[in-house]
């Protein structure tokens, strides 16, 4: 009898949550209906920088408008808090584009369990330095440590989902070396140092890799040819800093390797 009153409990809560409208916008109307009322500034600022913070607010802070609200009585303060917060980045709305997709930034393998979470590590590069006739050269080496990566699948074509990354920084596919005890990929021989691009994989182990946006927080890596068995890893290089790298190392399982 207990569990019956819980659960028709927990049933009530579930349905009044459900039923709650979304947040009303808080417009010039509003700031102007808070003034008409009487309320004190310091307290129409409050309820400004309030909204604000939860990304309800949709203010005309257009010269025109800023006037028609001081002569309804706006003082500096509300003036000043409207335009900041017009100002603000809105909130964005996490999209399902992709269901089953978690909301928490990162990248993300769809297997046929579901979504799993790619772990991340950041390396940094070894750099050989040479000379091309008076031009200084550099290769780079990117390790990381062990035979193996923990992630294994079994397609030789897989599907990634990125949440809340950024499509414009630099994203690469690479097939990796394995060693006994590490993982690797090296860049081609470029001028430098190199500023203007990043670093080019060698030839026989960058993999072509499409992007595809879904949603305004979501986009698709897929490999644009089917994987052979072996270690490879999704490498993210941010277009301000082309020296450190996010790498989401992945095995590819098949008979001759397993």
């Known amino acids: ?4 009153i819980v659960h028709t409990a ?22 102007a209906a808070m003034i008409k009322a009487g309320l004190a500034p310091a307290t129409v600022v409050r309820a400004i920088d309030l909204a604000a913070v939860r990304g309800i607010t949709r203010f005309d802070v ?23 917060a017009a100002g603000m980045p809105k909130r964005m709305v996490p999209s399902n584009a992709v269901p089953g997709l978690p909301l928490k930034k990162g990248v993300y393998y769809r297997g046929p369990a579901g979504m799993t979470e790619m772990p991340a590590t ?26 193996r990566a923990s992630l294994k699948i079994r397609s030789a074509q897989p599907v990634f989902y990125v949440r809340n990354g950024r499509p414009e920084d630099y994203w690469q596919l690479v097939k990796l070396a ?24 060698r030839p026989d182990q960058a993999v072509p890799l499409d992007l595809k946006r879904l949603a305004g927080d979501v986009f698709e890596l897929r490999p644009a040819r089917a994987l052979g068995p072996g270690e490879y890893a999704i490498v993210n290089t941010k277009t301000s800093q082309r020296w450190l790298s996010k790498v989401y190392p992945f095995a590819v399982l098949g008979e001759a390797y397993e």
């Open 1 to 4: 009898m207990l569990v019956r």
């Open 10 to 31: 927990l049933l009530f809560v579930f349905l009044a949550a459900a039923q709650q409208p979304p947040e009303q916008v808080v417009t010039n109307s509003d700031v």
């Open 62 to 84: 257009s010269p025109g408008a800023l006037i028609r609200m001081k002569n309804q009585g706006a003082t500096t303060a509300v003036l000043d808090a409207m335009i900041a």
């Open 122 to 147: 950041a390396v940094w590069p070894e750099v050989d330095m040479g000379w091309k006739g008076l031009t200084p050269t550099e290769e780079r080496r990117y390790v990381l440590v062990g035979p």
């Open 178 to 201: 394995a060693r006994k005890d590490r993982r690797c990929w090296e860049t081609e021989p470029t001028q430098a140092p190199l500023l203007s691009e990043p670093p080019r994989i």
